[in-house]
């Protein structure tokens, strides 16, 4: 197990990190039985395989299934006796957690109410990165962010972060915190995956100009990555896409890169979810990447990625085979090419 740097910070996290999306459900809710339902007994057996395996990063948020995710994670670790300062916990807010106008969003009120209720339910005094769930258009960004600030210096909170921003969004934050002097974001927790590489256009560069660290979820496409799935094949019943179809793919590009993924892994013998995530962990940009599993047999699968190191020429195969299409003003500087470059200036 490698250990990244989160952002520009001391603090270091293991490049695997346990998702706890998986964590809790309800046997007789539909669309989320192919995402959880996981006894407490089965929580504490994949939190001591991956803790074990040199993981010390786990991610949750107060939202997945209605706090039982954070109430299991708090309870694994106390079952397991695990030290609090050898656990890097993250969690999340500002989804909608009741029926009121303020159980959701990004306010300092809700924020002071949610974070309160997360370590009640974590069982712990501090959480390590604290992020924004989703965008508040509503709340102005100033308030979230001096919230946040607040909570840092009260020592309820060591870091914080956003998920599923914009760019311009994650830039204004990031040039407000300065000239306000708040404690800054210090990562972005954001969708990518080999088919979906949307990021690569506006946030990669500005996470990599800002060192800011980038927190994959969902590195197989919500389970279509998995090797599962394929043109022509029936969902299986007991996935996550049989009862969740989420996060959106365009298949038409996916099953080629799929195609591409299965042939390596036959030749190296390991499986196509290994194969891809291995191509997002080799990426310079990539903090750490999120795994959710439902036992540890696919947990196991999913921690041996570490150890794969793809041939550069299989990367490159990979990477043609999955190219997103460039968008305006991709294309055109892609066009004009540029014509500075850091070598001594030649007329």
């Known amino acids: ?29 539909q669309a989320f039985r192919g995402m959880g339902y996981m006894t407490q007994d089965q929580v504490d057996a994949v939190v001591a395989r991956a803790l074990g395996a ?28 695990r030290s609090r300062k050898d656990v890097v916990i993250s969690t999340k807010t500002s989804g909608i957690v009741g029926h009121g106008p303020n159980d959701r969003g990004a306010s300092r009120g809700h924020i002071m109410d949610a974070v309160k209720l997360s370590l009640e339910r974590l069982q712990t005094d501090y959480i390590d990165l604290y992020q924004i769930h989703q965008t508040d258009s509503v709340t102005p960004l100033d308030e979230t962010l001096r919230a946040l600030d607040d909570l840092r210096a009260q020592g309820l909170i060591r870091y914080f972060g956003a998920s599923n921003w914009h760019a311009w969004r994650i830039a204004m934050a990031l040039g407000t915190s300065e000239a306000k002097n708040y404690g800054r974001l210090e990562t972005i927790q954001a969708y990518y995956s080999i088919a979906g590489r949307d990021i690569e256009r506006e946030i990669v560069p500005l996470l990599e100009a800002q060192k800011l660290g980038l927190l994959v979820w969902s590195p197989l496409a919500g389970g279509l990555l ?3 799935f394929g043109p022509g094949t ?32 036959d030749a190296r013998g390991v499986s196509v979810a290994r194969v891809a995530l291995a191509w997002v962990l080799a990426k310079r940009y990539v903090m ?10 696919q947990l196991n699968d999913n921690l041996a990625a570490v150890d794969l190191a793809l041939l550069p020429e299989e990367t490159q195969r990979l990477d043609k085979v999955s ?15 540029d014509s500075r470059v850091p070598m001594p200036f030649e007329p």
């Open 1 to 29: 197990m490698k250990y990244k740097q989160m952002g520009s910070t001391g603090l270091f996290v293991s490049e695997i990190c346990l998702g706890a999306m998986t964590f809790g459900g309800d046997p007789d809710t």
């Open 54 to 81: 040199g993981v010390n990063f786990i991610d949750t948020a107060d939202t997945y299934f209605q706090g039982q995710s954070e109430r299991m994670v708090g309870q694994a670790l106390r079952n397991l006796g």
């Open 226 to 228: 998995s090797g599962k």
């Open 234 to 265: 029936q969902t299986p019943e007991d996935s996550r896409r049989a009862s969740f179809d989420f996060p959106p793919v365009n298949t038409d590009r996916a099953w080629p890169i799929v195609a591409a993924m299965r042939e390596i892994g």
């Open 288 to 297: 750490s990447v999120i795994i959710g599993a439902k036992n540890t047999d």
């Open 323 to 337: 190219a997103p299409e460039l968008e305006y003003p991709g294309w055109m500087l892609a066009f004009l090419g």
